[in-house]
């Protein structure tokens, strides 16, 4: 049971790290003016973003909708 603990723990700190990168990236990528790849990286933030919703603990695997 921990060692489930401790993997969901590990997936969050390892998502987090990669969405932190992509926004790092697109700042990068915006400086070079390379819309493309500006709008890539913001796809890939934006998926980091919904697998942290997924693996909080205590949710189901189903996407977390925004309440208004």
């Known amino acids: ?3 489930q603990r401790a993997g969901k723990t590990d997936s ?9 990168m ?3 990236l697109r700042l990068v990528a915006e400086r070079e003016e390379a819309q493309m ?3 890539l990286i913001e796809m ?6 919904d697998l942290q919703n997924r ?3 205590g ?4 996407r ?5």
Do not use: D, H
């Open 1 to 3: 049971m921990n060692s």
């Open 12 to 20: 969050r700190e390892t998502i987090a790290y990669i969405r932190q």
């Open 22 to 24: 992509l926004g790092e």
């Open 37 to 39: 790849l500006c709008y």
């Open 44 to 49: 890939a933030y934006e998926e980091a973003g």
């Open 55 to 57: 693996v909080r603990p």
């Open 59 to 62: 949710l189901s695997r189903q």
């Open 64 to 68: 977390v909708t925004p309440q208004a």
